[in-house]
Structure formats: structure tokens, C-alpha cells
């Protein structure tokens, strides 16, 4: 199915943010969780799943060697990266995942992008890794080791000195966005990933 890249974005940009927190909710590995939501979808919910659940396994068999299902406790059972996971297939869980599922009954789970085909998690995985990073802050100059303040700001041949003002204040606001973790910044940031121009070759899913 194609779309246009801007919507898919828009209306997917939780997608991971969702799946982190079910999964740090439950102790559970986030792919995992990921096609836990697969099956859910495709088999129509909780009791359609827990019916195909060998079916769904085999499609796993590569990925997940050591997966599993318990019968009677409608668990699954895994070990993934040396850690034993275990995910009761309920009613709960399917609320939880219920915002990853509808994304994932619209768009599929799979995206095709810059030659690679990767889950929807692992595609904003990779758009998370592109966004803009500031690696050192400093409060003031206090804060700063002797080298960077020989770099940045006393060696006379290289460091400006320059006036800031009412009309810098725009630029400050645009650090925070980048760098800030309080609600607003967050938004903001989603808000700027949104109106990103993206163009249709970017993103085919």
C-alpha cells in the first residue's frame, strides 16, 4: 500500500513510543511485542490468536528460535538475548497494544525504505537516530574543562564575542526543542518531524 510519507508519519509517530512503554510496562522485549500486536491483528484478537498461535510461531521460528506458547496460561514463552520473556495474551494486553495494532491493520508491519525493508518500530528506530543531537552542554563557563575554554572561549584567535537579544530568543527556543524532555519540547519536536518536507521516495510502505 503506498501513502504519502507525511501521513504515514503523522499518524504513526507514536508507534514506538507506545510499544517502549508496553514494553518496559510488562518487562517485555519491544519486537517481540511488536509481533505479539502482528498476531493479534491478523487473527482478529485475543481469541483468534490463542487459536493460530503454532501458525503464528512458525512464522517466527527464525527469529525467535527459543518461542514457545503455555496452553494453559496463555503465555508466551521466549528467550531473547539471554533474557527469559513471558507475555500473557489477554484482553489487557490487547488494550495496551491497541494504538500499534490499528496502525499496523492500516499500514501493515513491514516498510520499504532507502532499499531495506524493517519493522515500523525499527523504521522510527532509524528516524530517532537522524534527528539533531547536541553531545556537550555546559551551564557556564565554570563548567567547562581548561581545553574546551581555551577552544571556545579564551584563545583571542578564534573565540567571538557577540550580543544576544530579544530577537535570539527564537533560537533558544529552537534548542529546546531539539534537546529539551519536558512535555512541550516533545510535542514540539514531534510537531517539527511532522512539517518535515519528506518526499515520496523516502518512504514506500
Known sequence: MRTSAKKFIEE???YLETLTEVSLDRSVNRYLLEHIAHGLMIFGGVDGFIKNVDKW???LV???PELGFDH???QIVAVIDYTDQVVVIDESLYIDLTY???IQKKYGMLVSYDGKTVTIARFFEDIQRKYPQIKDRY???GSSDAKVSKEIIMDP?????FRVDASDVNVMRIYDTLIG????DIQARKEMIMNFEWKPSDIDT
Do not use: C, H, P
Open 12 to 14: 504513526s509517530f507514536d
Open 57 to 59: 510461531i512458525r512464522t
Open 62 to 64: 527464525k527469529t525467535y
Open 72 to 74: 494453559q496460561s496463555n
Open 100 to 102: 500499534v495494532i490499528n
Open 139 to 141: 551551564k557556564g563557563l
Open 157 to 161: 584567535a578564534t573565540r567571538r564575542i
Open 181 to 184: 524532555k519536558n512535555k512541550e
